[in-house]
């Protein structure tokens, strides 16, 4: 995660998705995997909530939309994680957050333990992994991963995980899914739900639930707010019409913008 991601679409896709689970009875600990921001163009979806019609978001959650839709307008040098947190501390004010920056050298090995004794089971029932990446190797010093054994371990002590997966660029991101899911299943034994949001750049949470909140979390297709996100945007606006999901409502949020 970096701080000119915040307010993007990914960002609307993922707190959804942790606004989701904690309306489950689910206690949230989130590490950022924090890095520092780069002069790349990523974060830059930022747009989505322009739009109209049979594309607007508010199908998915009308407030949520209208609090994001101030940090999705943020130019890049005022997006601040902070501001990300307490938008989620809106809808769950007993979430902590694990926000130091990881770097690529040995700190690493701080850096988790740091996080894996701030978010212990006394204080959450799921951790949620947020890397630039995704899911690396069983090891490492990278600081845009996730490991393995950084998983098990919180898995081994009794939490539930969700952890954020870059797809590649190329190839098939449904087989891409699919191989993650099984490596998960494996390592953890697990029920393992995929969420793959395919606004903008198209991205993939990964759910891992312990038994005891296995019965708690519907399958994602079973959740009506993740439908326009669960599809690309013409394949949304085409269900949309026929579903009579077409929205013309002026939402304020649209005029921030002009």
């Known amino acids: ?6 307010g993007d679409i990914g960002d609307f896709g993922k707190v959804l998705l942790l606004k989701h689970l904690v309306g489950q009875r689910i206690k949230i600990g989130i590490n950022w995997v924090l890095t520092k921001n780069d002069d790349s163009e990523d974060g830059r979806h930022r747009n989505y909530f322009m739009d109209q019609g049979a594309n607007c978001l508010c199908n998915c959650d009308p407030g949520l939309l209208e609090r994001i839709a101030p940090l999705a307008a943020k130019p890049k040098s005022k997006r601040v994680i902070g501001d990300l947190e307490e938008l989620v501390r809106v809808f769950s004010k007993d979430t ?4 130091e920056y990881f770097a690529g050298d040995s700190s690493r090995i701080d850096r988790d333990n740091d996080a894996f004794d701030l978010l212990n089971p006394m204080v959450c029932d799921l951790v949620f992994f947020d890397p630039d990446n995704g899911i690396g190797g069983e090891r490492g010093k990278s600081a845009k991963h996730v490991y393995l054994s950084d998983l098990r371990r919180y898995w081994e002590r009794g939490q539930s995980l969700l952890i ?4 590649p660029m190329y190839g098939s991101a ?6 993650t899911k099984i490596q998960l299943l494996s390592l953890l034994n697990a029920k393992v ?19 005891a909140h296995s019965s708690r979390v519907p399958d994602p297709l079973q959740v009506q707010a993740f439908a326009p996100l669960l599809v690309s945007k ?7 019409r026929i579903m009579g ?9 649209y005029r921030l913008a002009q």
């Open 1 to 6: 995660m970096k701080a000119q991601y915040v």
């Open 96 to 99: 902590k957050f694990y926000s």
């Open 164 to 167: 954020y997966h870059h797809l």
């Open 174 to 179: 449904s087989d891409a899914i699919t191989a």
């Open 193 to 211: 739900n995929a969420y793959h949001f395919r606004r903008g750049t198209g991205r993939v949470y990964f759910l891992c639930l312990k038994p």
């Open 234 to 240: 013409s394949e949304w606006a085409k269900r949309g």
């Open 245 to 253: 999901k077409f929205c013309s409502e002026d939402h304020p949020w």
